[in-house]
Nanobody
Framework: QVQLVESGGGLVQAGGSLRLSCAAS????????MGWFRQAPGKEREFVAH????????YYVDSVKGRFTISRDNAKNTVNLQMNSLKPEDTAVYYC???????????????????WGQGTQVTVSS
């Protein structure tokens, strides 16, 4: 069982930055693939980024490549999402997720994840 708690959301102007954090409970955090998803009002949940157990491999949706960076600290049971050059279209509730597995196949799909946080709101004003 893993519990995830996101923090770091808020209101920022376009071009600004935010750093989201996700704190995980449990002793096996390092064995989970970790992902970030987002959901805007009236839209489906969208994949943003994921990271392998060790943090050595990452993957991003095209719309955030070069602007967002996912990282993890297994000693602190945390995963972060550094978001730079934010755009109004980045406005959404951001969710942290943990998935069991060996990082094979697609971790861009919500169904690959077993645990979810409650979400944190990110609002980017133009």
């Amino acid at each position: 069982q893993v519990q995830l708690v996101e923090s770091g959301g808020g209101l920022v102007q376009a071009g600004g930055s935010l750093r989201l954090s996700c704190a995980a409970s449990g002793r096996t955090f390092s064995r989970y693939v970790m992902g970030w998803f987002r959901q805007a009002p009236g839209k489906e949940r969208e994949f943003v980024a994921h990271i392998s157990w060790s943090g050595g491999r990452t993957y991003y949706v095209d719309s955030v490549k070069g602007r967002f960076t996912i990282s993890r600290d297994n000693a602190k049971n945390t995963v972060n999402l550094q978001m730079n050059s934010l755009k109004p279209e980045d406005t959404a509730v951001y969710y942290c997720a943990a998935g069991v597995g060996d990082y094979s196949g697609s971790y861009s799909l919500p169904r690959r994840y077993d645990y979810w946080g409650q979400g944190t709101q990110v609002t980017v004003s133009s």
